[in-house]
């Protein structure tokens, strides 16, 4: 991950980040940085779809 996220590991959530502090260029880089995460997420999601649904059809035969 990126400098900008911070994780809580107890929670696994990321942390509320103050924006104030950052400039209009930290703030497009942050957006940059979320949208990829969004993607990367997007696509474990979609793995374990595959693969939950690949479970039920071996179980439903």
């Known amino acids: 991950m990126s ?3 911070e994780v809580d ?3 696994k959530k990321i942390k509320i980040l103050n924006l104030d502090e950052f400039s209009i260029e930290d703030l497009n880089n942050y ?5 990829k995460e969004i993607l990367r997420v997007k696509s474990e ?7 939950r649904k690949e479970a ?6």
């Open 56 to 61: 039920e059809d071996f179980f439903k035969n």
């Open 3 to 5: 400098d900008f996220f």
């Open 31 to 35: 957006i940059e940085e979320l949208n």
């Open 45 to 51: 999601l979609q793995k374990k779809n595959n693969v």
């Open 9 to 11: 590991e107890k929670h």
